[in-house]
């Protein structure tokens, strides 16, 4: 046993804690709409809206949070009150005329920006597959269907997404697609059971998802998982295909384990997780200050991203996450420890103790390097699901 | 006098010797591709090649460069055949059957990425009208004209180029097409003279752009050259209209202190780029660290690009241009001052002592956040331009 009894009951509180007392009551003190429904992410550090414009993606993520809550921690009326007026908002004022949702809109509802992927209808997924089972609403439920329906369509049918490249020179694939696709079967599957969208069941998106990401993006010869590679699966040895996103890599290692988890550990999909976070956790850490670095190159070369040894909130979400998973599941002292290593690093530098919530960008070094709480990219998601996954995991 | 003629000597000497000893043998060295003409900029600190695939904003800019040299510091049969073949490699390989060029090709030339937007033509232009001037090259003259011609087309007429966002929600325009133009209006009259583009001479699109640029982003009561703007100027209170470029606002400057110069120091010009420069030296100069911060708020509230306060190595390419200029211009002890701490600040933190060149992108601190030289962002352009500009000045 490498954690004992009270160190468990502590992390469970404070994980308990952070959620309930402060990540919670931020949000619905300073990024709730209560004019035109929906969320407002663009916070200063002590809650001021700087921009009032609408992540499309932060509406479904803030709105399957507050369903998720309603319906696994309590039924706060308010909470599914919230839930249901963003799910409004993005039926409403989200949607073009051919039913593809916006990247963002403003605070009113007006069209800002359409973007080819389609990430927003993940999101939305999620959101609708929550509320409905929070609600009891069988609209949501239709809705989460054909979003994750037009996600899997623009995602993984060729010619359905615009291409951003010249695809013909140099044919390429990311694992960003295949990770969204598993995680919006996961919770579809978790709420509305294991339904058929696009002629498969939940449970064989999830299958065909992680099959890919080990045959093609998983290379433990190399030790790393890829972002980008041939279709074949091939190394591609340009900027874009040596970098590697370990805080990425770490939250599909933890999908994969939690996936492993409800088919009674399946070892098959126990080892893929735990390999994959073996590999990234060694490609991701900083031995010098410690925390887990944005970008790394496979090969150890300069990547192009300037910023890439920046400090970001989320992959430190994932990251805990995906050690305590490893933990429960193996009992392993490395993954206590791993856990132990960045929980810390993580509590030491990001929460703001003056005005709560956390930070979202530091240095390499752990300083601050911009105080606002929130953006078109952070807002209540990742933070809120690691400590109410690491809570009820505990 | 705020510089003593020693002072100038020695600076002069040093713009000089930067150039000739240490950046131009850099590029010569590791950024020619012999084999397939142009120029390969993804180098590590040591100039090996790290990704083989090529810019084509770098194919102009460096085909400007060596022609400039050329016809201004040396006849070398190397440099201009360095041009030579870089035009050529660009006519080839880097034009999609409708004449717009592309943003990256490989190695080989092959297309990867076309992007909406039309620097690719603005940066071939210059390399054409310095070549033509060059070699007395006809066909590289027309070719100038008919790339800035599709320049000017793509970025002012309504409608050529395709949106990025939904237009009709909230209007706006940025600064960047407008001193593009300018320059490059700048550079083909320099070397082919006032020649008609698409309707007017390189003067009037010369007058056209720096009219525009202080009428609707110059903002005097704000102290500040703004970069998105509403169609008529209306500052837009969102993370994109309230974000400073201090760096590219001190380009602009020095593009109107140059025209000010060539027109016997016109006093309207004259005031107009020293006010943009005292206004965007307030707002960039970094009073705790020294250097120019790459974002900064005009509101002071915190900014949506997570790695605002990093140094990069162009902005400081082009606050030693201006500052230098307006002190040429203007005698003015301020200027030499400010002159001074960003001559000192860039020398003492971005050049590589044990392989030449200078770094790019420095931390907030000064310290080094990547040690490649080049990619496709930086080659060789900025900072030689500025060592050549300002050994001519002195």
């Known amino acids: 046993m490498s954690m004992t009894e009270e160190q468990i009951t502590e992390l469970r509180d404070g994980y308990r804690a952070g959620l309930m007392n402060d990540v919670i009551p931020f949000w619905m003190r300073h990024g709730i709409d209560h004019e035109y429904g929906g969320f407002l992410t663009s916070l200063n550090e002590d809650g001021q809206v700087i921009d009032t414009d609408k992540s499309v993606w932060f509406q479904g993520r803030g709105a399957w949070m507050f369903a998720t809550l309603y319906t696994t921690v309590e039924r706060r009326p308010d909470w599914l009150e919230i839930s249901r ?3 409004a908002f993005i039926r409403e004022h989200c949607r073009d005329s051919a039913g593809k949702l916006y990247f963002t809109v403003t605070r009113e509802g007006r069209p800002l920006r359409m973007r080819r992927y389609v990430y927003s209808e993940a999101f939305a997924a999620i959101a609708c597959a929550a509320y409905a089972k929070a609600a009891g609403d069988g609209r949501a ?15 993984f049918e060729p010619g359905v997404m615009p291409p951003k490249s010249v695809p013909e020179t140099r ?7 295949l990770m969204i696709a598993l995680v919006t079967a996961q919770e579809i599957r978790a709420t509305l059971g294991d339904v058929m969208v696009n002629g498969a069941r939940c449970s064989e998106w999830i299958n065909r998802s992680i099959a890919e990401i080990e045959r093609d993006f998983y290379k433990p010869e190399l030790g790393a ?13 340009h900027f874009d295909g040596r970098t590697l996103n370990p805080g990425h890599a770490l939250e599909c290692a933890w999908f994969i384990l939690h996936e492993a988890r409800l088919r009674a550990n399946d070892p098959r999909l126990l080892k893929l997780g735990l390999g ?11 031995h010098e200050h410690g925390g887990i670095l944005y970008f790394t190159d496979f090969k150890g070369l300069p990547i192009q991203e300037y910023w890439h040894d920046m400090k970001f909130w989320w992959p430190h979400n994932e ?3 995906a050690t305590l998973l490893a ?7 490395v993954y206590a420890e791993r856990h132990r290593l960045v929980h810390e690093w993580a509590h030491r530098h990001f929460p703001d103790p003056r005005h709560g919530e956390w930070f979202g960008y530091l240095h390499r070094d752990g300083s601050v390097a911009s105080r606002l ?3 078109h990219w952070k807002g209540p998601f990742h933070l809120p699901r690691m400590q109410w996954y690491c809570w009820k995991l505990l």
Chains 1, 2 share one sequence.
Do not use: C
Not at 141 to 155: C, G, K, N
Not at 171 to 177: E, I, N, R, T
Not at 277 to 286: F, I, Q, S, T, V
């Open 85 to 87: 007026r963003t799910i």
């Open 141 to 155: 439920a239709e809705e989460s269907v054909q979003y994750f329906s037009t996600y899997l369509r623009h995602s």
């Open 171 to 177: 044919p390429s694939k990311g694992v960003a697609p």
């Open 225 to 237: 998982l890829l972002e980008v590679v041939g279709l074949k699966g091939e190394v591609i040895d």
């Open 276 to 286: 994959i976070l073996d590999a990234m956790w060694e490609r991701g850490w900083d």
């Open 319 to 321: 990251a805990i996450i």
């Open 327 to 333: 933990w429960k599941l193996t009992g392993a002292a």
């Open 373 to 375: 709480k929130g953006n």
